[in-house]
C-alpha cells in the first residue's frame, strides 16, 4: 500500500494585500522504501509541503486544497503524528540539537516518549542507535553535548533521533547543504542504506541536482509552487522533457571538463520580465578610462604576490600573555597571481580560505608574512596614504548578498560610496552618471539606483555588489563565495557577468569556493587549501585530472556529479 | 520610480506595515489619540489654559478649594477645582503637563546621545575601549535615580543660594533621569553594534577603505537605531514618572512651580481633608499620560522586532 499520498494539495499564505499561494495543486505518492527527492529553487515550494505534511505551518499558512493521507489516513487525523509516524531532519545540525543536553539524554527522552523503556534500556537503545549511523565509540560519545561533534557527526546525531520513533516516512530538509562536500556524501550514503534497511519513505528536499542523482529513486521538479515535472531519476537527468528541468540542468555547472560560458537557458514563463543581457562594449564608459595612478600594465611580474603569509587567532583569551592559547588560522601561505589571471581557493569550511581574502582585502592585519601588491607591501602600510591608493585598486565581492549592502541606504549611495569616499569623480552630477552606467553593466539598469536593497532578489543585489565593487576601477577583485547563496540558474547569471567583465576589464581575479565544479569553470590554476595551508596549487586541468595530493584527489572525487552524461 | 509613482509621505506612513498595525490595533490608535491631545495641550498651554499659574495678580486665595464645577459648590470658571492657593486646576494641570515632558523629553533625548555614542564606540572597537566604557555602565547601573537625584542636589544645595538652587533644580532632575537611563541605551547600541559590525556590508566599507568614524556614522548607526526608539518611547515614560517621583519628594521641582509630582505632592496633603480632587485628577493625568507612551513603545518593539514580522 501508498505509504503517502499527496493528492492536489494547496497551501496559502493570506497576506495583507494578496494571498500567496506556496503551493499549487500538487498531488504525489510515496512507497516504503523509497526516496522521493523534491528538487527547485528558493521559493519554490518544497519545504512548505514538508511542513504541510507535518502539520507545522507557519500561521497564517494553511492547506486551502488537498489532502494528505498516511497509510490512508488523512494526515489531520492522526493524534501521534508528530514524532511517532513523521520524523523531520533539518538543514542546520548545530541549531537542531539541544546544546545544553547530552547526546544520550536527547536520544533517551525521546525513545521513551514513544516507547515504554526503563532509563537503562533506553540508554542501550541509544547506544544501538549512535552505532547504526556511523558514530565510532557510541559508548563514550552517547555522554558527550553537540558541541563536541562535528557538524558531519552532528547530522548523524540528528538522524539517530529521527529514527528513535521508527518513524514510517522521514522528511529531510536540505540535510546535507550545511555540510562539506566530503561529509556530505557520507550522511547521504547513511541516508540510502537506513532507508532499504527500514522500509522508511523519505521525502527528499533539495535544491542541489547532485545530492538527488546520488539519492533519490524519484524526483519530483517544483517551479513556482507547482510539479513541473515527475518521474524516475534517471529519466529526470537524462531526458528530462520540462523546458524547467532542462534549464535547471543545464545550469548546474560540470565538474567533468571546461566550458567557455554557462549555458544559461532561461526558463520564463509568460508574463515574467525578462532580464536582457548587459551591453559590455565598455569602451566609451567611464570604467575603461584608466585611474591616472595606475601603474603600466606592461609589467610581466605577478600582479599580487603572496609570501608566508600567516595569522593566529584568540581562542582563550588571559590576562598573561602565555596563558592565552591561539590557534593558526592561516600558516605559511605563499602564491602568485598573474596579471588577468583568475586564481581559484578551494577547500572546505574552516580552511582559512575566507581569511586569506580578508587579508588580501585588508580587513585583518596578518601577523606574518608580505602581500605585495604591484611590487609594494601592501601588509606593512597600515592606515599610510600610499597604502589608500592602492586598497583602492583591491576590491571584494562577498558571499551573503543580503547582508553585504546597507539595509538603510539606497542602491545609487551604496554604489557610490567608494567614488565619494576615494573623490574619484568631480560633481554630484558625475557620480549619478558613473552610477548610472555602472549599474547598467552589471544588468540592473540606472533606474534599479532610487530602490533600497531589500527590494532585489539575492542574484540582484549581487549585482549591486559587483558594481560597488567595480566602482573604484579596481585591478584586482577578490570573490570570496560569490554564488553559493544562489539558486543555480542565478549562479550561472552571475558567473557569467564576472567572466565577461573580467575580459571586457582585464581584471586579475582571487576566486574562492568550495564548489569545485563552478571552481573548473571559472579559473586558470587552482590553489587546495587545507587547515590553513596550501596544501596543492596547479593549473586547474592538471588539478583536476591528475591531483597530485590526496587531499585534492579526495575532494576530487567526492565532486557530486549528475552521472555520465 | 518617477516622484509622482511616490505616494506623499502620510499616505506611505499609512500603508506600511507600522501604519498597518497601528491601524489594527485600537489600544494604540486610543494612546496615540490620547498622547498627542494631552502633549499638544500641554504645549500649547500658555494659549488655552483659562489661567496663568505663574501670574500671581490672578491668584486669589479666596478662591482656595473650590471642588470641580460639576460638584456642589463648583465654580463653572474653575473646571477641575482649585487648590489651596486659589490656583485653577485645569491651568496648572496643563502647565505642569508641559514641565514633565519637558523634562522627560530632554533627559531621554540626552540619555540617547550619550548611550549610543558610547555603545558604538564600545561595541565597534571591543577591547579596553569596550571594558572600560562598559564597567562604567555598569557601576552606574547600580546606583537608583533617586540616588543619583539625591547625591546631585545635595552636592548642588552645598554650594548654591537657595534661590539659584531652586533655579537649578529642573537641571538635577533631568542629569539625574539622563544619567539613570543612558547605560540602557548604551547596552542595547552595544550589542547590537557588534552584531552589526561583522556583518559583511561593514566590511564592504572596509574595503572601500572608509575610516571608522564614517562606518559608525553611515552603516552602523542607521541599523542600531531600531531598538534604541523603542527604548527611548518606552524610557520617555519612565523619565516622567522619574520626574514625578522626585518632585513628590521634593527634590526636583519647587513646590511654586507646578509639574505633574508637584501638584501630586500637594494633593496628597489634602487627601485626608476631602479635597481629592486636588489628587485625582493630576494623578490620573501621570497615569494616562506615562501609560500611553508604554503603549505606543510597545507598539513599536512589535513592528521593529523583526521576529514578530
Known amino acids: 500500500m501508498t505509504l503517502l499520498s499527496i493528492q492536489n494539495l494547496t497551501v496559502e499564505y493570506p497576506g495583507r494585500k494578496a494571498t500567496f499561494t506556496a503551493v499549487r495543486d500538487v498531488t504525489l505518492t510515496l512507497e516504503r522504501g523509497e526516496i522521493l527527492g523534491l528538487v527547485g529553487e528558493s521559493g519554490a515550494g518544497k519545504s512548505t509541503i514538508g511542513t504541510a505534511i507535518m502539520g507545522l505551518l507557519d500561521r497564517p499558512g494553511h492547506v486551502a486544497g488537498g489532502r494528505i493521507l498516511l497509510d490512508g489516513t488523512d494526515t489531520t487525523s492522526i493524534p501521534d503524528l508528530l514524532g511517532a509516524r513523521v520524523s523531520m531532519i533539518f538543514q542546520d545540525p548545530l541549531t537542531s540539537l539541544n546544546p545544553l543536553y547530552t547526546v544520550g539524554q536527547q536520544l533517551v527522552e525521546t525513545l521513551r516518549t514513544h516507547h515504554r523503556l526503563t532509563p537503562p534500556e533506553a540508554r542501550g537503545k541509544a547506544v544501538d542507535l549512535l552505532d547504526q549511523v556511523g558514530i565510532r565509540e557510541p559508548e563514550t560519545r552517547v555522554d558527550q553535548y553537540p558541541h563536541q561533534f562535528s557538524g558531519g557527526m552532528r547530522q548523524r546525531v540528528v538522524i539517530a533521533l529521527a529514527l528513535c520513533s521508527d518513524p514510517d516516512l522521514i522528511i529531510a530538509d536540505e540535510p546535507t547543504t550545511a555540510l562539506d562536500v566530503s561529509v556530505q556524501a557520507q550522511i547521504l550514503d547513511l541516508l540510502c542504506n537506513l532507508v532499504k534497511e527500514r522500509g522508511v519513505g523519505v521525502i527528499l528536499v533539495t535544491h542541489d541536482m547532485g545530492v538527488i542523482a546520488q539519492t533519490a529513486d524519484r524526483v519530483a521538479v517544483m517551479y513556482h509552487g507547482e510539479v513541473v515535472e515527475e518521474g524516475p531519476t534517471q529519466q529526470i537527468i537524462h531526458a528530462p522533457r520540462h523546458a524547467y528541468t532542462q534549464s535547471l540542468l543545464a545550469a548546474v555547472p560540470r565538474g567533468d571538463r571546461k566550458l567557455d560560458r554557462f549555458p544559461s537557458l532561461s526558463y520564463a514563463p509568460i508574463g515574467a520580465d525578462v532580464q536582457t543581457a548587459p551591453d559590455l562594449s565598455l569602451t566609451s564608459t567611464w570604467l575603461r578610462s584608466k585611474a591616472p595612478d595606475v601603474g603600466t600594465g606592461a609589467s610581466t611580474k605577478p600582479l599580487l604576490s603572496v609570501k608566508g603569509l600567516g595569522i593566529r587567532f584568540l581562542t582563550k583569551n588571559a590576562i598573561l600573555p602565555r596563558n592565552r592559547r591561539y590557534v593558526d588560522a592561516v600558516k605559511g601561505v605563499t602564491f602568485d597571481i598573474a596579471r588577468g589571471e583568475v586564481l581559484g581557493l578551494v577547500g572546505e569550511s574552516g580552511s582559512g580560505k575566507s581569511t586569506v581574502a580578508r587579508m588580501i582585502a585588508g580587513i585583518h592585519p596578518p601577523d606574518t608574512g608580505q602581500i605585495l601588491f604591484d611590487g609594494q607591501d601592501i601588509a606593512a602600510r597600515q592606515g599610510s596614504h600610499d597604502r589608500q591608493a592602492l586598497r583602492r585598486q583591491i576590491q571584494m565581492i562577498f558571499q551573503d548578498p543580503f547582508s553585504s549592502l546597507n539595509p538603510r541606504m539606497r542602491v545609487r549611495d551604496i554604489v557610490a560610496e567608494p567614488i565619494h569616499h576615494n573623490r574619484l569623480a568631480g560633481s554630484g552630477a558625475e557620480t549619478q552618471k558613473i552610477v548610472g552606467d555602472l549599474l547598467t553593466i552589471v544588468g540592473l539598469g540606472a533606474a534599479a539606483g532610487d530602490r533600497f536593497p531589500h527590494e532585489f532578489s539575492g542574484g540582484q543585489r549581487q549585482r549591486i555588489s559587483i558594481a560597488r565593487a567595480l566602482a573604484t576601477r579596481p585591478r584586482f577583485l577578490i570573490c570570496d563565495e560569490p554564488t553559493s547563496a544562489l539558486d543555480v540558474s542565478i549562479q550561472a547569471q552571475i558567473l557569467n557577468l564576472l567572466k565577461d567583465l573580467r575580459d571586457a576589464l582585464d581584471l586579475t581575479v582571487l576566486f574562492i569556493s568550495h564548489d569545485l565544479p563552478v571552481v573548473r569553470q571559472m579559473c586558470d590554476r587552482v590553489a587546495v587549501m587545507q587547515k590553513g595551508q596550501i596544501c596543492e596549487l596547479s593549473e586547474t586541468e592538471r588539478l583536476f585530472e591528475t591531483p597530485q595530493n590526496a587531499y585534492t584527489q579526495e575532494l576530487i572525487d567526492l565532486m557530486p556529479s549528475l552521472g555520465p552524461a | ?309
Not at chain 2, 540602557?184 to 564592504?204: D, F, G, H, I, N
Not at chain 2, 523619565?239 to 494633593?267: K, Q, Y
Request: hydrophobic share 50%; charged share 15%.
Open chain 2, 1 to 309: 520610480m518617477t516622484p509622482e509613482q511616490r505616494p506623499n509621505l502620510f499616505l506611505r506612513a499609512y500603508d506600511s506595515d507600522a501604519g498597518y498595525k497601528f491601524r489594527r490595533s485600537p489600544l494604540t490608535v486610543l494612546a496615540g489619540l490620547i498622547l498627542v491631545l494631552m502633549i499638544g495641550a500641554a504645549m500649547l498651554a500658555p494659549w488655552i489654559a483659562p489661567f496663568d499659574p505663574f501670574d500671581k495678580a490672578s491668584i486669589d486665595l479666596f478662591n482656595a478649594l473650590i471642588p470641580p464645577a460639576w460638584q456642589s459648590g463648583g465654580d463653572p470658571a474653575f473646571l477641575l477645582g482649585t487648590d489651596d492657593q486659589g490656583r485653577d486646576l485645569f491651568s496648572t494641570i496643563l502647565y505642569g503637563t508641559r514641565t514633565s515632558v519637558f523634562v522627560g523629553a530632554i533627559s531621554v533625548a540626552l540619555a540617547v546621545c550619550a548611550g549610543v555614542t558610547f555603545g558604538l564606540i564600545a561595541g565597534y572597537f571591543g577591547g579596553l575601549v569596550d571594558a572600560v566604557i562598559m564597567r562604567i555602565v555598569d557601576i552606574q547601573m547600580t546606583f537608583p535615580a533617586i540616588m543619583v537625584a539625591l547625591l546631585i542636589d545635595g552636592v548642588t544645595r552645598s554650594f548654591m543660594t537657595r534661590d539659584q538652587h531652586s533655579e537649578m533644580a529642573i537641571v538635577v532632575i533631568i542629569i539625574a533621569m539622563a544619567l539613570s537611563i543612558w547605560p540602557q541605551v548604551a547596552r542595547t547600541v552595544r550589542a547590537s553594534t557588534m552584531v552589526e559590525k561583522s556583518r559583511e556590508y561593514v566590511l564592504a566599507a572596509q574595503v572601500i577603505g572608509r575610516g571608522s568614524g564614517a562606518i559608525l556614522a553611515r552603516h552602523i548607526l542607521p541599523n542600531v537605531m531600531g531598538p534604541v526608539l523603542v527604548i527611548a518611547t518606552i524610557n520617555l515614560g519612565v523619565a516622567i514618572l522619574g520626574e514625578a517621583t522626585l518632585s513628590f519628594l521634593g527634590l526636583g521641582i519647587p513646590a511654586g512651580e507646578p509639574s505633574l509630582g508637584t501638584l501630586i505632592r500637594i494633593g496628597n496633603d489634602f487627601i485626608f481633608s476631602g479635597e481629592r480632587w486636588m489628587l485625582i485628577y493630576p494623578g490620573l493625568t501621570l497615569a494616562l499620560l506615562v501609560l500611553s507612551v508604554n503603549l505606543l513603545g510597545d507598539w513599536l518593539r512589535d513592528v521593529l522586532d523583526p521576529k514578530l514580522r
